[in-house]
C-alpha cells in the first residue's frame, strides 16, 4: 500500500514540477476574435536626399515620378532634361492595427524597387497609403533607417554590411481614416475565437479553462453549461452568457486576461540569406552519425612581365602567372544519441566546430536522413 502511495505522490510531484516550469500565456496573446483583425496597406512613393545612390535615367517612372510632383507644386520641367540620382522609387507598406483611431501613428517599411544602390540617409516624401478597396487610410512621411551600411571606391572595390535597399521608418505613417472591426454574433448567440497557431492541444487547453472560469467571469454558481466548445484546431465557439449580452466587449476582455498553457510542434526554421537558425525545444533526433568538413580552394594570380633582351625586335608583355592552392580541414564523426535535447544537439554540432551556415546544411541533411524528428522550415 506504501508503494502505490509512493507512486501516486511521485506521479504528483511530476505534475506539479511540470506545471511549475511551464510557462501559462494570455488568451490574447495567442488568439483574436473573428472580425479583430489588422489590414495591410501599401503605397508608391519617392526617397529623396540620397547621396547619389539612387536610380539612373534607366529606371524612367522614378523621373516620371518626379516630374509629375514638381507639377503639383507648380514647376513644370520636361522629364527628358532630369538627371537624378539623388532619388529612388520606393515602395511603402504597413499593417494597420484593429481599433487604430485617425491620428494615431505606426510604422512603416520602406523598399526600393528600381535600380538604386542604396536608400541610406533618405527622407520618404508625403505617400498615401490605401487599402485593399483603394481607399486612402494613412499618410507616410519621414527619415529612413536602414541597419546597414556600404562604402566603395573608384576601383570597384566595395564593402556592405546588410541589405541597402530596404528600410523603416519609425512612426512614419499618420492614420486618416479608422476600420471598425465588427465582432459578430451568430444564430445561435456565439462569438468566434480563431487561434494565430492552430493546435488541438492547445484549443483543449483554452476550452477547459474557460469553462473552469464561470466564478471569475461572474456567472452564478448555478450556471452548468458551458461556455466555450471546440468547433477546429483553429476556432473555439463561445457562448455569450445572458447577463453579458448587453455588454459584449467586457466578456471578450475577461476571456483574454485568463492564462492557458499553449502546445506546438517541433520545428526547426532557417533563413539561408543570413544564416539564422531557430529551433524549438521539443526538437528530438534519432541516432545519427554527423561528419561536417571543408575544402577550400585558393586561386591568386601574379602577372609577370616578360622584358625582352637589349637590340631585340621584341615588346614588352605582361604575361599572367596563377597559383593555385587546396586546403582541406579535418572532421571527426561526431555521434548524436537518440532522443537528443536542444542543448545536447547544440554542443555536438558545436563539437564539429559548425558555423551557423553548417548548422544549416546539417540539419538539411539529418532532415533528409530521416533523424530529424521536427519540421524543417527554410526561408
Not at 520641367?77 to 499593417?95: E, G, H, S, W, Y
Amino acid at each position: 500500500m506504501r508503494s502505490k502511495l509512493t507512486i501516486i505522490g511521485l506521479a504528483l510531484l511530476c505534475c506539479l514540477t511540470w506545471t511549475q516550469n511551464a510557462e501559462a500565456t494570455r488568451i490574447k496573446d495567442i488568439s483574436h476574435f473573428e472580425g479583430v483583425r489588422p489590414n495591410q496597406l501599401i503605397g508608391y512613393g519617392l526617397v529623396v536626399g540620397l547621396d547619389g545612390t539612387g536610380d539612373n535615367k534607366q529606371a524612367e517612372f522614378t523621373v516620371q515620378s518626379v516630374s509629375a510632383m514638381l507639377s503639383r507644386m507648380g514647376i513644370r520641367i520636361d522629364p527628358k532634361q532630369l538627371l537624378l540620382r539623388n532619388v529612388a522609387a520606393v515602395m511603402v507598406t504597413a499593417t494597420l492595427p484593429a481599433h487604430t483611431q485617425p491620428g494615431s501613428s505606426m510604422d512603416v517599411l520602406v523598399s526600393a524597387i528600381g535600380n538604386a544602390r542604396s536608400i541610406v540617409g533618405g527622407t520618404l516624401v508625403l505617400t498615401p497609403l490605401v487599402g485593399v478597396d483603394g481607399k486612402t487610410y494613412a499618410m507616410a512621411q519621414g527619415a529612413i533607417q536602414v541597419g546597414g551600411f556600404g562604402a566603395s571606391g573608384k576601383s570597384g572595390s566595395r564593402i556592405q554590411k546588410n541589405h541597402l535597399n530596404a528600410g523603416r521608418v519609425p512612426n512614419g505613417a499618420i492614420v486618416e481614416r479608422a476600420i471598425s472591426p465588427v465582432v459578430t454574433i451568430n444564430e445561435s448567440g456565439k462569438i468566434m475565437l480563431m487561434l494565430k497557431r492552430p493546435d488541438f492541444t492547445t484549443a483543449r487547453n483554452i476550452v477547459d479553462t474557460i469553462n473552469r472560469s464561470g466564478q471569475l467571469l461572474g456567472l452564478p454558481p448555478e450556471n452548468k453549461d458551458a461556455i466555450a466548445k471546440i468547433i477546429t484546431s483553429g476556432s473555439l465557439g463561445l457562448k455569450v452568457p445572458e447577463s453579458f449580452q448587453e455588454s459584449v466587449p467586457r466578456f471578450i476582455s475577461l476571456i483574454e486576461g485568463l492564462e492557458v498553457y499553449t502546445d506546438s510542434i517541433a520545428k526547426v526554421v532557417i533563413n539561408s540569406r543570413t544564416g539564422t537558425v531557430v529551433m524549438g525545444d521539443n526538437v528530438r533526433i534519432s541516432p545519427v552519425a554527423v561528419a561536417h568538413g571543408a575544402l577550400t580552394l585558393t586561386v591568386s594570380e601574379t602577372p609577370q612581365v616578360s622584358q625582352p633582351g637589349a637590340l631585340s625586335n621584341g615588346n614588352t608583355v605582361v604575361t599572367p602567372g596563377s597559383d593555385v592552392t587546396m586546403i582541406e580541414e579535418k572532421s571527426s564523426l561526431q555521434m548524436v544519441e537518440a532522443g537528443a535535447t536542444l542543448s545536447e544537439i547544440v554542443d555536438a554540432l558545436n563539437a564539429l566546430g559548425a558555423t551557423p551556415r553548417d548548422m544549416i546544411d546539417i540539419l538539411q541533411a539529418v532532415s533528409a536522413s530521416g533523424s530529424l524528428h521536427a519540421d524543417l522550415e527554410v526561408h
